[in-house]
């Protein structure tokens, strides 16, 4: 994928069409994750699934969202690369198409021209399809100038398959050295490769995208914003506190989502982590008269329609 300006705006399926490309890898992806049916189970294919579904998760929540769309913390230059590495394993292309992208939706969430929108667009759209229109393939550098300047950034954008292919053949190379030298523990090659890279990633994307798609559409709106995010408990447990949706579209720019102490936000709570290590620091809060401003009456007790 080639690091382009975009300057498109609505992008129905008969504007530039299906980008072949991108969707087929995609779909495989998905139907190699049945292959965990033909190679079988065990623990250590199951830890290494769910360690790398969170890890990268909280590698999309806490940099590429957080970070890199919002800027909601600083880190130095290193460390905003390793995490892009990290992000770009995800299967969700590069941190400045991915950032370039969710800056637009904020500027136009659920207004004609928010690309994955399921109020204006339906739920399939919104939570998969979009990814996949011609029209949505370049970056939108215009809105990333801040990160634009990074070489190495650019060239993750440039080359966002190389991440996905590395992790997915060192998730193989494991399996193989296990097999070797630890037979007893009743994995493979074959069965890493599936468990750890494709099931993982599969489960990691779907997730991800709720937060596009089921976040417009169900649970609760503590605050009267311009779109129709919500609330949603059970994906912020999914999500690592992304769920916390309408929270964040009422302030986006701090690193906390989950605004209460009720509001479980794993991310965050890792990011006060990494700012104990001096790895990142100056997280934004939320500032108090923003708690209250814009506030819906009784929306504890009245669920979003």
């Not at 609505?10 to 069409?17: K, M, N, Q």
């Not at 912020?236 to 605004?259: D, I, S």
């Given at each position: 994928?080639?690091?382009?300006?975009?300057?498109l705006h609505?992008?129905?399926?008969?504007?530039?069409g299906?980008?072949w490309?991108?969707?087929i890898?995609?779909a495989?992806?998905?139907?190699a994750?049945?292959?965990?049916?033909?190679?079988?189970?065990?623990?250590?294919?199951?830890?290494?699934?769910l360690?790398?579904f969170w890890v990268?998760?909280f590698a999309?929540?806490?940099?590429?969202h957080?970070?890199?769309s919002?800027?909601?913390?600083?880190?130095?230059?290193w460390f905003?690369?390793?995490?892009?590495?990290v992000?770009?394993?995800s299967?969700?292309?590069?941190?400045?198409?991915w950032a370039?992208?969710?800056?637009?939706?904020?500027q136009?969430s659920?207004?004609d021209?928010?690309v994955?929108?399921?109020?204006?667009?339906?739920?399939?759209?919104?939570h998969?399809g979009?990814i996949f229109?011609?029209?949505?393939?370049?970056?939108?550098v215009r809105?990333?100038?801040d990160?634009?300047?990074?070489?190495?950034?650019?060239?993750?954008d440039k080359?966002?398959v190389?991440?996905?292919?590395?992790?997915?053949?060192?998730?193989?190379?494991?399996?193989?050295l296990?097999q070797?030298?630890?037979p007893?523990?009743?994995?493979?090659?074959l069965?890493m490769?599936?468990?750890?890279f494709f099931l993982s990633t599969?489960?990691l994307?779907?997730a991800t995208?709720?937060?596009n798609?089921?976040?417009?559409m169900?649970?609760r709106?503590r605050?009267?914003?311009?779109d129709?995010s919500r609330?949603?408990?059970?994906l912020a447990l999914?999500?690592?506190?992304e769920g916390?949706h309408?929270?964040?579209?009422h302030?986006p720019t701090?690193a906390?989502q989950?605004?209460?102490w009720w509001?479980i936000?794993l991310?965050?709570?890792g990011?006060?982590?990494l700012?104990?290590?001096?790895?990142i620091?100056?997280?934004?809060?939320v500032?108090?008269?923003i708690?209250d401003?814009?506030?819906?009456?009784n929306d504890?007790?009245?669920?979003a329609?």
């Amino acid at each position: 994928m080639s690091t382009q300006s975009s300057d498109l705006h609505t992008v129905p399926w008969d504007d530039g069409g299906v980008n072949w490309w991108a969707a087929i890898p995609f779909a495989l992806v998905h139907v190699a994750a049945l292959g965990v049916f033909w190679v079988g189970i065990s623990p250590v294919a199951v830890a290494v699934c769910l360690a790398l579904f969170w890890v990268r998760m909280f590698a999309i929540t806490g940099f590429y969202h957080r970070y890199l769309s919002h800027r909601s913390y600083k880190t130095s230059r290193w460390f905003q690369f390793l995490f892009a590495l990290v992000g770009n394993s995800s299967v969700q292309k590069g941190p400045l198409w991915w950032a370039g992208h969710h800056r637009h939706h904020h500027q136009y969430s659920d207004q004609d021209q928010d690309v994955h929108s399921p109020i204006k667009r339906g739920f399939v759209y919104s939570h998969v399809g979009w990814i996949f229109a011609r029209a949505n393939s370049p970056t939108r550098v215009r809105l990333v100038p801040d990160l634009a300047k990074f070489p190495e950034l650019r060239a993750l954008d440039k080359f966002d398959v190389l991440m996905p292919i590395l992790l997915g053949t060192s998730c193989f190379g494991l399996g193989v050295l296990l097999q070797t030298y630890a037979p007893s523990l009743g994995t493979s090659g074959l069965q890493m490769l599936f468990w750890g890279f494709f099931l993982s990633t599969v489960i990691l994307v779907n997730a991800t995208f709720t937060i596009n798609s089921l976040s417009h559409m169900y649970g609760r709106r503590r605050y009267e914003t311009s779109d129709t995010s919500r609330n949603n408990w059970f994906l912020a447990l999914l999500t690592c506190g992304e769920g916390w949706h309408n929270n964040h579209h009422h302030y986006p720019t701090a690193a906390r989502q989950g605004f209460y102490w009720w509001e479980i936000d794993l991310t965050y709570y890792g990011l006060l982590v990494l700012a104990k290590l001096g790895l990142i620091w100056d997280l934004k809060k939320v500032p108090e008269h923003i708690l209250d401003k814009g506030r819906i009456s009784n929306d504890t007790e009245a669920a979003a329609a």
